[in-house]
Protein backbone atom coordinates (compact mmCIF):
# COMPACT_ATOMS: atom_id res chain seq x y z
CA UNK A 1 0.00 0.00 0.00
CA UNK A 2 1.33 3.35 -0.76
CA UNK A 3 1.42 6.32 1.60
CA UNK A 4 0.51 9.31 1.22
CA UNK A 5 -1.03 12.35 3.15
CA UNK A 6 0.29 14.71 6.06
CA UNK A 7 -1.07 13.89 9.88
CA UNK A 8 -0.20 15.78 12.77
CA UNK A 9 0.53 13.69 16.13
CA UNK A 10 2.36 13.67 19.49
CA UNK A 11 4.73 11.56 21.08
CA UNK A 12 4.27 11.04 24.59
CA UNK A 13 6.37 10.57 27.87
CA UNK A 14 7.30 7.05 27.11
CA UNK A 15 8.39 7.69 23.08
CA UNK A 16 4.79 6.64 21.52
CA UNK A 17 3.12 7.95 18.74
CA UNK A 18 -0.20 6.79 17.47
CA UNK A 19 -0.10 5.64 13.77
CA UNK A 20 -2.58 7.83 11.54
CA UNK A 21 -6.23 6.10 11.47
CA UNK A 22 -6.19 5.73 8.07
CA UNK A 23 -2.81 3.54 7.94
CA UNK A 24 -3.21 1.34 10.93
CA UNK A 25 -4.21 -1.67 9.13
CA UNK A 26 -0.66 -1.16 7.19
CA UNK A 27 1.46 -1.30 10.05
CA UNK A 28 -0.34 -4.04 11.91
CA UNK A 29 2.00 -6.66 11.97
CA UNK A 30 4.22 -4.15 12.56
CA UNK A 31 7.05 -2.09 10.93
CA UNK A 32 10.46 -0.76 11.33
CA UNK A 33 11.44 2.92 12.66
CA UNK A 34 14.60 4.38 10.17
CA UNK A 35 16.71 7.30 10.06
CA UNK A 36 16.40 8.63 6.46
CA UNK A 37 18.55 11.42 5.53
CA UNK A 38 18.37 13.82 8.37
CA UNK A 39 14.59 12.61 9.66
CA UNK A 40 12.70 9.17 10.83
CA UNK A 41 10.85 7.53 8.33
CA UNK A 42 8.49 4.24 9.49
CA UNK A 43 8.36 1.33 6.75
CA UNK A 44 6.42 -1.41 7.10
CA UNK A 45 9.08 -4.61 7.02
CA UNK A 46 8.41 -5.60 3.82
CA UNK A 47 9.63 -2.04 2.37
CA UNK A 48 12.27 -1.67 4.97
CA UNK A 49 13.56 -5.15 3.45
CA UNK A 50 13.65 -3.38 -0.13
CA UNK A 51 15.05 0.15 0.97
CA UNK A 52 17.90 -1.93 3.20
CA UNK A 53 18.97 -3.84 0.51
CA UNK A 54 19.21 -0.99 -2.01
CA UNK A 55 21.68 1.18 0.55
CA UNK A 56 23.97 -2.24 1.15
CA UNK A 57 23.69 -2.60 -2.74
CA UNK A 58 24.85 1.21 -3.44
CA UNK A 59 27.91 0.93 -2.65
CA UNK A 60 28.06 4.75 -0.97
CA UNK A 61 28.44 4.09 2.49
CA UNK A 62 31.19 1.87 4.58
CA UNK A 63 30.77 -1.32 6.60
CA UNK A 64 30.99 1.78 9.55
CA UNK A 65 28.39 3.97 7.63
CA UNK A 66 25.66 1.04 7.24
CA UNK A 67 26.00 0.26 11.03
CA UNK A 68 25.87 3.63 12.00
CA UNK A 69 22.48 3.72 10.28
CA UNK A 70 21.57 0.49 11.03
CA UNK A 71 22.29 1.24 14.59
CA UNK A 72 19.51 3.40 14.60
CA UNK A 73 16.76 1.09 13.25
CA UNK A 74 14.27 -0.14 15.78
CA UNK A 75 11.37 -3.08 15.11
CA UNK A 76 7.88 -2.02 16.15
CA UNK A 77 4.48 -4.02 17.02
CA UNK A 78 1.87 -1.44 17.69
CA UNK A 79 -0.31 -2.26 20.88
CA UNK A 80 -4.10 -2.08 21.41
CA UNK A 81 -4.25 1.47 21.24
CA UNK A 82 -2.14 1.40 17.92
CA UNK A 83 0.44 3.29 19.39
CA UNK A 84 4.43 2.29 18.78
CA UNK A 85 7.64 2.63 20.45
CA UNK A 86 10.56 5.51 18.58
CA UNK A 87 13.84 4.83 20.32
CA UNK A 88 15.33 7.83 22.15
CA UNK A 89 18.79 7.47 20.23
CA UNK A 90 16.22 7.88 16.72
CA UNK A 91 14.57 10.98 18.30
CA UNK A 92 17.51 12.19 19.37
CA UNK A 93 19.20 12.35 16.35
CA UNK A 94 16.00 13.35 14.16
CA UNK A 95 15.09 15.95 16.94
CA UNK A 96 11.72 14.86 17.69
CA UNK A 97 9.68 16.97 20.14
CA UNK A 98 6.38 16.41 21.52
CA UNK A 99 4.89 17.64 18.50
CA UNK A 100 5.42 15.78 14.95
CA UNK A 101 4.34 15.50 11.44
CA UNK A 102 3.71 12.33 9.85
CA UNK A 103 4.28 13.18 5.78
CA UNK A 104 3.67 9.73 3.80
CA UNK A 105 6.24 9.37 0.96
CA UNK A 106 4.85 6.56 -1.17
CA UNK A 107 6.86 3.81 0.17
CA UNK A 108 7.21 5.22 3.94
CA UNK A 109 5.78 8.10 6.41
CA UNK A 110 8.47 10.90 7.04
CA UNK A 111 8.26 11.83 10.61
CA UNK A 112 9.43 15.73 11.60
CA UNK A 113 9.07 17.80 14.11
CA UNK A 114 6.35 20.06 13.11
CA UNK A 115 8.51 23.01 12.96
CA UNK A 116 11.09 21.11 10.90
CA UNK A 117 8.15 20.27 8.50
CA UNK A 118 6.67 23.91 8.22
CA UNK A 119 10.41 25.08 7.28
CA UNK A 120 10.39 22.33 4.69
CA UNK A 121 7.69 23.37 3.54
CA UNK A 122 8.16 26.92 3.62
CA UNK A 123 11.32 26.38 1.45
CA UNK A 124 9.74 24.74 -1.02
CA UNK A 125 7.22 28.02 -1.30
CA UNK A 126 10.19 30.73 -1.03
CA UNK A 127 11.62 28.41 -4.02
CA UNK A 128 8.60 29.06 -6.19
CA UNK A 129 9.21 32.79 -5.80
CA UNK A 130 12.34 33.00 -7.54
CA UNK A 131 11.88 30.38 -10.19
CA UNK A 132 9.19 27.50 -11.08
CA UNK A 133 6.20 26.81 -8.76
CA UNK A 134 4.65 23.32 -8.22
CA UNK A 135 2.09 24.45 -10.57
CA UNK A 136 4.64 25.73 -12.81
CA UNK A 137 5.80 22.40 -12.95
CA UNK A 138 2.67 20.65 -13.69
CA UNK A 139 1.70 23.09 -16.45
CA UNK A 140 4.94 21.82 -18.11
CA UNK A 141 4.18 17.98 -17.89
CA UNK A 142 3.11 16.69 -21.71
CA UNK A 143 1.52 13.61 -19.78
CA UNK A 144 -1.28 15.42 -18.12
Do not use: C
Amino acid sequence: MDIYGTYEHTIDVKGRLVLPSAYRSTFAEGGIAALVEDYAALFTSAEWDLYRLRLEDSGIFTRDELLTLVSYVAPFTPDAQNRISLPQRLRDKTKLGRDVTLVGSIRYFAVFSNEEWARREAAVEAKAETGPSIADKFRSLEFL
